[in-house]
């Protein structure tokens, strides 16, 4: 198994954790803190994830689903944005 990140991985973390930031500000209008407790996870466990340097996990996944009262499938749909991005071609599936 490959142990580190190469840039389209760590992009593909970075748009996740801003997907997760949106969700908590526009709809759940919580704290961070508060959104880790709702999710059962720990604050700074979060906080790795928002900042896209945790690659997680199935569980924490279906945690974070939980926590912000969304589906899985919602919480991974996110674009990545092609005025960011400069790994991956238009149109291109990650």
Do not use: W
Request: some cysteine; overall charge neutral; proline content about 1%.
């Amino acid at each position: 198994m490959k142990q580190n990140m190469d840039a389209k991985e760590k992009f593909i973390l970075e748009a996740f954790g801003q997907r997760i930031t949106e969700i908590r500000i526009s709809e759940l209008q919580v704290s961070q803190e508060q959104m880790a407790i709702n999710c059962g996870i720990h604050p700074q466990h979060l906080s790795l994830i928002v900042h896209g340097q945790k690659n997680i996990s199935l569980i924490t996944l279906r945690r974070l689903a939980f926590g912000s009262h969304q589906s899985v499938s919602q919480l991974c749909n996110f674009k990545l944005s092609l005025s960011e991005n400069k790994y991956f071609d238009e149109g291109e599936l990650f």
